[in-house]
Nanobody, 124 residues
Framework: QVQLVESGGGLVQAGDSLRLSCSAS????????MGWFRQAPAKEREFVAA????????YYADSVKGRFTMFRDNAKNTVYLQMNSLKPEDTAVYSC?????????????????WGQGTQVTVSS
């Protein structure tokens, strides 16, 4: 059974930074693409970033490109999302999810086994 546990969210001011973590268990972690998604109140879930199983490839939503960096530590079964220059519009619940095995994808439909999420609130 796949389990994903996110942490690192909080309340910050615009321009601040946060690092989110997602710890995974129950899968051969180093063989799966992983993704970060977010959902703001009354809005659809939105893709944020994806990283290939080896960490060699990443893909970002235009809204976070240049500000967010996704990376992974396969020895720790953990992916991270470094968020810099945060804006109020980044406020959302951030969740990680499992993508394709040995297949790099960023389509939301290709992801499953969602974590419970961690709240990020950015004040202006």
């Amino acid at each position: 059974q796949v389990q994903l546990v996110e942490s690192g969210g909080g309340l910050v001011q615009a321009g601040d930074s946060l690092r989110l973590s997602c710890s995974a268990s129950g899968l051969s972690f180093s063989t799966y693409t992983m993704g970060w998604f977010r959902q703001a109140p009354a809005k659809e879930r939105e893709f944020v970033a994806a990283i290939s199983w080896s960490g060699d490839s990443t893909y970002y939503a235009d809204s976070v490109k240049g500000r967010f960096t996704m990376f992974r530590d396969n020895a720790k079964n953990t992916v991270y999302l470094q968020m810099n220059s945060l804006k109020p519009e980044d406020t959302a619940v951030y969740s990680c999810a499992v993508g394709g095995r040995y297949r790099f994808t960023w389509r939301t439909a290709d992801f499953g086994s969602w974590g419970q999420g961690t709240q990020v609130t950015v004040s202006s």
